[in-house]
Structure formats: C-alpha cells, structure tokens
C-alpha cells in the first residue's frame, strides 16, 4: 500500500490550493481515506475524510466550508481542495487510508492504519 501526497506549497493568506493523494498497491473502492495535519509543535489533527464510494463527507469544524475532499475512484485519488487559507492551516497534510473503519472513527488518527509522507502547506500573512 502507497500513499503520496502532493501539492503542498506556499501561498498567502486567503489563497488557495489543491493537495492530491495518489494510492496504489490496494483496491481503492474498499478503503476510507482521511486527510490529517500537523503543525509545527502540535499535535496531529483532522481534516477531512471521504467515505469509500465518495458520498460521505466529514470536516473538522476549523476547515468546514473553506476545504473540500472529493475523491476520483478510477484514477485512485483524493483531492483537498483548500480555499480561505489562513496562517493557521500552515502544517505538514498528511492523507491516510483504511478499509476498516466505520462513521464514527472517520476522524480518529488511530484507525487508519496506512498513512503517506506528508506535504507542507505554509501560509504567509
């Protein structure tokens, strides 16, 4: 299993960008796959996650309404699209996988048991 996140970058506050998270070595449609961060000296949060067939949702309160995951099964990718950026979305993004998890863990660290390497997002004021 291979995750790869790409499209970190700088830009100024109120920009915007678009994270892609490529996946290979699985079967795609079987898994959950959630977008975390973490900034310098903080703790790993989440972001986002995209149930298995897309149609499912969910944000962290601090991105909803600015941050949109859509996913594209056939191609084997998530996207983060990211818009209104402040200095506070600043962090290392991370997307993880999993084909275990159920709704109520979407947003837990601990239930995803693949994970990529990371892409830094920095925002300038």
């Known amino acids: 299993v291979q995750l790869q996140a790409s499209g970190g970058g700088l830009v100024q506050a109120g920009g915007s960008l678009r994270l892609s998270c490529a996946a290979s070595?699985?079967?795609?449609?079987?898994?959950?796959i959630g977008w975390f961060r973490q900034a310098p000296g903080k703790e790993r949060e989440f972001v986002a996650a995209?149930?298995?067939?897309?149609?499912?949702?969910i944000y962290s309160n601090s991105v909803k309404g600015r941050f949109t995951i859509s996913r594209d099964n056939p191609k084997n990718t998530v996207a983060l699209q990211m818009a209104g950026l402040t200095p506070e979305d600043t962090a290392v993004y991370y997307c993880?996988?999993?084909?275990?998890?159920?709704?109520?863990?979407?947003?837990?660290?601990?239930?995803?048991?693949?994970w990529g390497q990371g892409t830094q997002v920095t925002v300038s004021s």
């Open positions: 993880a996988a999993d084909s275990s998890i159920i709704s109520s863990s979407l947003s837990n660290e601990i239930a995803y048991k693949y």
């Open positions: 070595g699985f079967t795609f449609d079987d898994y959950v």
């Open positions: 995209s149930t298995r067939t897309g149609g499912g949702t």
